[in-house]
């Protein structure tokens, strides 16, 4: 049981992502996004939402190759949302933000949580 008086987090929460973001962040990410727990700031994941998972390494008898071979297959909370992650706000860095040191995402993400 709960208590009644317990702290509860109401705050917006943010996820920042891009193409390096892969696997457990990955996931974490859609299941945040999905359930309306976040918003994605940033650029599309590295991997999809939907897909094969959960490698098991094996030996193959005769060539004793090892391979692995995918044991699970994860589906996104909100499948109709397709297979890719793609964020609430798509935001990547310019040339001139690359040179500068400026991560845009993350001043974008700054805008969001400012008081209004």
Do not use: C
């Not at 297959?73 to 964020?87: C, D, I, L, S, T």
């Amino acid at each position: 049981m709960f208590a009644p008086d317990r702290p509860v987090f109401d705050e917006e929460s943010l996820v920042l992502a891009n193409q390096h973001t892969q696997s457990a962040a990955s996931d974490l990410a859609v299941m945040l996004q999905d359930n309306q727990l976040a918003m994605i700031v940033g650029t599309a994941t590295g991997n999809n939402a939907t897909g094969p998972t959960g490698m098991t390494p094996f030996r193959l008898p005769r060539s004793g190759l090892m391979v692995s071979l995918p044991t699970e297959y994860f589906e996104r909370p909100r499948p109709e949302k397709g297979e890719a992650v793609q964020p609430d706000y798509w935001v990547e860095n310019s040339a001139a933000d690359i040179q500068a040191g400026r991560d845009a995402a993350f001043d974008k993400a700054l805008e969001l949580l400012a008081p209004r």
